[in-house]
């Protein structure tokens, strides 16, 4: 590479950085630990999580019908993702915010 010259894997890079933005993401899934693995790596790259439900609570009731809490929906979002730890034919309770 000639001097001075840029190395095109790190330009890409610098690029792709650029255009990506940080998003709010609802995380739901079939388990807490499904959900909190995918929340930690989302955290881990500046997003923000909202979760419908607290890791080890019931998923009912949710974090808008418990006092001192707030719903995704009123906060917003960009994206849901779903952690599935097995596959299921419908969604499941952990997953209602989904729908």
Do not use: K, Y
């Amino acid at each position: 590479m000639a001097a001075g010259a840029a190395d095109p894997a790190r330009v890409s890079t610098t690029r792709h950085r650029r255009a990506s933005r940080l998003l709010t993401v609802l995380v739901v899934g079939t388990d807490d630990w499904a959900t909190d693995q995918s929340a930690q790596v989302l955290e881990a790259n500046g997003h923000r999580v909202l979760v419908c439900h607290e890791t080890g609570e019931p998923t009912f009731p949710c974090n808008a019908l418990i006092e001192g809490r707030t719903c995704p929906l009123d906060v917003g979002f960009e994206v849901v993702l779903t952690a599935r730890a097995r596959p299921s034919a419908a969604p499941t309770q952990g997953e209602m915010g989904v729908i």
